[in-house]
């Protein structure tokens, strides 16, 4: 069923009507209509403070340096320098997962923070961080390095973590980065991406050096892809069997080794655009080293990326590239058949953050599904024109979406499925609407990839068409 322009502007303006009118007026400007003739920026405004006294789906600076680009790195010692609120959220809760021995080679499994208290908030908690570091020194000492996240207390009381940093290197031997990402940076998580890349910038790239015997034409790194549910695992198969040599992949299952010597590669294939674009531009501009984005999500945009990295090499990577397509074409056709006929004309409404409100309406539409509403939590005016491009005219395209306008416009727009986080779960599913969530695949995974789109599949249809939805149902089917 064809979505209607007119009928969605109707909608948007009736959400909105609760408002008074200077609140109506902003949020005006963030929730638009899609039309592909249209700017992606016209649609919806972006990157900018969110409204005072409504709630936010967005997450905060550090979470975007901790959580998305520091956090996933296997073999160094994440510190959160605060309180310990932030750092237990903030540990294990996107599911990246990393091969090696843990304590030993794999990090991940540990929540590592100073546990601020009302005395270090009085005098000072440099001490409490320089002693925590070498205490996990002598803990852990195969660790090759420690990242130091600051909370928000820390930008406040003026810890001098770049001091700490310096020191503790020195008397170790060893990498130490401060990151100052203090969650009250910025209007949202996207400038933790930023703070964290720029911190690679300055401590990492280009301090290593792969040797030249193992370099090749194809070299290749995957930027990122975070590994959710084994994501990267599934990504890099599908890229190896076209022929490529991956020899850095971060942050996922990533170390800080091959950081270092990211710098020798011939090109980068950047899966998460909105969290590693600015390092990714760096590489361009330091060493030449070209960057594509590519979108793993669902065959059809699977094919179309194969095509797109293998048109940067030569007629060898081209036809080993097509013999991949072949190969997994039948898989594919076989998921589709089992599974569009259960999901044909499925309305779906969306809200994630990073790159996913885009690059999943491909594998959404590969199934018969039709989203209806694609939302950002913390994107920027590029993402917007990116996404417009792939949505039909008259889908809905929101900015900074709140628990009102996510909630009225489910009730008028009547979704078969809501993909969102985990804060809107419960509350779409005690409405009676079936849910997956979306930022790290509800347990599930890996999405991406050939391997992925399988999983993806089943799971979109274990939700909507699960027997306990009889149970309870949406108030427009009561």
């Not at 638009?32 to 967005?58: E, F, I, W, Y």
């Not at 550090?62 to 790195?73: D, E, I, M």
Request: negative net charge; aromatic residues 10%; proline residues 4%.
């Amino acid at each position: 069923m064809a979505i209607n322009i007119k009928e969605s502007e109707e909608i948007v303006e009736d959400v909105l009507n609760i408002y008074p009118e200077k609140p109506r007026k902003n949020r005006q400007e963030h929730i638009g209509v899609n039309k592909k003739d249209a700017c992606g920026s016209c649609v919806a405004k972006s990157n900018l403070k969110s409204l005072p006294g409504v709630m936010t789906p967005r997450g905060c600076a550090y979470a975007g340096s901790k959580g998305v680009v520091w956090g996933p790195v296997k073999d160094v010692i994440n510190i959160s320098h605060g309180p310990i609120g932030c750092g237990h959220y903030s540990w294990g809760t996107r599911r990246n997962l990393a091969n090696g021995v843990p304590g030993v080679e794999n990090f991940m499994p540990f929540q590592f923070t100073t546990d601020f208290r009302e005395r270090d908030i009085v005098f000072g908690g440099d001490k409490k961080l320089e002693q925590a570091i070498h205490e996990l020194k002598g803990l852990f000492p195969t660790t090759k390095g420690f990242v130091v996240e600051s909370e928000c207390p820390i930008g406040l009381i003026g810890d001098d973590i770049e001091a700490v940093a310096k020191k503790t290197s020195a008397d170790l031997n060893t990498t130490v980065i401060p990151v100052r990402c203090e969650g009250f940076r910025g209007v949202s998580q996207s400038l933790g991406h930023h703070i964290a890349n720029d911190s690679i910038r300055d401590y990492v790239v280009g301090t290593g050096k792969l040797d030249d015997s193992q370099k090749t034409k194809y070299d290749v790194a995957i930027l990122g892809d975070y590994n959710i549910g084994g994501d990267v695992w599934a990504s890099m198969k599908v890229i190896t069997e076209m022929g490529l040599n991956v020899i850095a992949h971060w942050s996922g299952d990533g170390s800080i080794e091959e950081m270092r010597i990211t710098h020798e590669v011939n090109y980068i294939l950047l899966h998460c655009y909105r969290s590693m674009n600015y390092i990714s531009n760096y590489y361009n501009e330091k060493y030449g080293i070209p960057w594509i984005e590519y979108n793993f999500f669902g065959p059809t945009k699977i094919k179309e990326s194969i095509r797109k990295i293998a048109a940067l090499f030569d007629e060898h990577i081209q036809e080993q590239s097509e013999k991949v397509i072949e190969k997994y074409e039948p898989k594919m056709q076989a998921v589709i058949d089992k599974y569009r006929p259960r999901l044909e004309g499925k309305k779906v409404m969306i809200l994630v953050g990073g790159l996913r409100p885009r690059h999943i309406v491909g594998a959404y539409e590969d199934l018969g599904m039709q989203v209806v509403t694609a939302a950002y939590e913390f994107a920027h005016s590029d993402d917007y024109e990116r996404t417009t491009k792939e949505l039909e005219d008259g889908a809905i395209v929101a900015d900074d979406l709140n628990e009102h306008e996510f909630i009225e416009l489910a009730h008028r727009l009547k979704p078969d499925l809501v993909a969102s986080g985990i804060k809107e779960k419960y509350v779409f599913q005690k409405m009676g609407i079936p849910f997956r969530q979306m930022h790290s695949w509800d347990y599930s995974g890996p999405y991406h990839g050939y391997d992925g789109f399988e999983i993806f599949a089943k799971d979109m249809d274990l939700a909507i068409n699960s027997p306990s939805w009889k149970f309870v149902k949406p108030s427009w089917k009561k």
